[in-house]
């Protein structure tokens, strides 16, 4: 038999790399282990290899807090001694104080944000522009338009901003008029197209109309040929999980949406409790395994899917809180990563350092934050520090074993980036109006956790998502509900709300205002 | 066991458990079965502790204890997986417990060869290192398919040893 051709050093590290992380086939192991039988260098590489691991494991586990070295339950569910069971208690205490005074509380949290700018979905292209921009395809944005800039819509409708327009392209078929006025026509029978102000929609069922800004409430649509339908929001969530529909004999692991049928799957550190509201809620360990995974709303690119908003959005949910408040302890409420347009909305605490993407600029310390992408901006968290001023909420308030209502929001037309706690806004930015909101793709969402280092510790129920910023009035009405144990809002009939509803129908030559907020004729 | 003793051994534990978990870390193949292991070691130390006599060096006695408990991982539970032979293992634990000082001091650089990595890569091969981490969701969210990820992270331990290795021959001549 021939003797084994030794192995490179460049061989082994390899081979050594691929068996601790346990990808090794049985043939590399078999070489791996006549290398070190055959070599003490190589035993060396070896365990300076495995040290290193072990180095990196422990040097990303003390970023994550305290962790006991005994834990009390094992993977297989066998228990230690009972006497023991106790010392290893007292030595997760020992060790807790013994890391929280090595960190001095000042310990960085290594979070996970995926920075890459994923491709976002083309919606138009520009005519009518320079030569430059001349048939250029762009992605949701706001155009503030000079007086020969026209896009083509991708659902094939010609669109001229007139009047120093400032117009959101926000979809193929649709667009959010923030300023001046827009004509759209329609450019064969199966185009399509709908401008947007706020509450209001005008959906061209014709050929050509034209929406004009009036004033900051008031829009005047004047049909030129055909008939465009007037619609009014049906102010309800895109996506409502009320939990309340947990089968502990079916489907123990799953909940669906209450509007679009999308399910969350829950992963083992979360149970099904009694409902703040309604039957069921949902109780996270504050493990890596406490996560609902949305199984669904995705798109392939940024701005595409269900869970995609274009105009506004808010984000809404009752919660019993037990976050620690502690320097790098993240719980997440919400969570959508799609590359840097993400959407976010969690207890964050990054000790003595300013959050990176903190807009207004905090003081370092506890907060909740609300993260957002806008386009011409870039993500940014509204950072709501929980110290007591100026009517916000302290940590100790909110996680006082109570349960609380919380309400993040945006909205486009005002600008307006606010967070209200148990019905009051407490918490405002204003960034210039008429930005989209860029999210949404193919990166699930999850609730109560993010990659499994930031779980939520508590209870989280009636979580709902809208593509719309709920007004002060509905936020309050909502959490008096809430308080009284009823749903957010009475569902008029079961199954998928219709998002918006008809109320005026124009023809060739008319002319109406509208009220955008109220969507009420003039 | 007295109260005394009880909390000797708290004493003790908490000092070594660093250098018995990477001792036991570099012997086991898999993050995922170290704590299964180190329970097992925690147990044994603490039923043996009133052999343990004060004059000795704990850290080595629990070196000791636990080289014998991965062997027994070895024997029940490694045999159905990709591993290294008992023997293999017997050899490297003694390997280890030689160069547990080198090895220590090893560790000592780390931190310093992390800080020249550039912060995403760090980030990364730290949130990949988390115990909650599991390789596809990085790997998804790095842009890298499971298999081009592993081929990263090879580099950057390499990168990182290297950059170790180097420090510690810098701190030798020092």
Known sequence: MNDPIPLSKADIEVLAGRYIDGCATADEVARLEQALAMDAAARRAFLELCNLDSALEHRATSFSGPISPVSVVRSGGRRLPRALAGVASLFAVVAAVAWWLSAGGRRPHTTHYDDRALPVVTVATIHGGDDVDDGRPISPTTLRAGASVAIRSGSGADIDLLDDAVYGVSSSDEGALFGGSVLARLTGPAAQYAVTASNLRITDVGTSFRVERIDEEHLAVTVLDGTAEVQSRVRRPRCFWSFDDMDPVMAPTISLDAVRSLPVDLGAGVAAVEGIVGAGALRFDNTSEAVAIIDGGLGEKVGEGTLSMREGISLEALFVSRWSGGAGDYDELYRKEDGNCRVLLSFQNDGVSHAAFSEPRVPPGPCLSFGLHLAGIGYRELDMPLDGEDGRPTVAALTDGQVHHVVASYDSFSGRKSIAIDGVKRFEHVVPVGRLVLCGGPQRATIGNHLGIEPFSGVIDEVAIYDFALTTEEIAEHFRRASRGERYFEVESPGPFVPWRAIDRLVGGQTRVFNQRTAEAR | ?174
Request: contains cysteine.
């Open chain 2, 1 to 174: 066991m007295d109260e005394s003793r009880r909390v000797e051994f708290l004493a003790q534990y908490k000092a070594a458990e660093p250098a018995i978990r990477a001792h036991v870390r570099r012997l086991v193949p898999l993050r995922s079965d170290v704590d299964d292991v180190l329970q097992e070691v925690a147990v044994v130390l603490w039923r043996k502790f009133p052999q343990f006599r004060p004059e000795e060096d704990f850290r080595r006695w629990a070196f000791g204890v636990a080289k014998y408990e991965v062997l027994a991982w070895y024997r029940d539970r490694g045999r159905d997986r990709m591993t290294l032979s008992g023997a293999m293992v017997e050899i490297l634990a003694d390997d280890a417990i030689r160069e547990d000082s080198r090895l220590h001091s090893q560790r000592e650089f780390l931190d310093r060869c992390l800080g020249k990595l550039d912060p995403r890569d760090r980030q990364l091969i730290l949130v990949s290192y988390r115990p909650a981490a599991r390789i596809q969701d990085v790997a998804a969210r790095s842009g890298r398919s499971v298999g081009g990820f592993y081929q990263w992270l090879h580099r950057m331990r390499k990168l990182l040893l290297d950059c170790i290795r180097a420090e510690m021959q810098r701190s030798e001549k020092a």
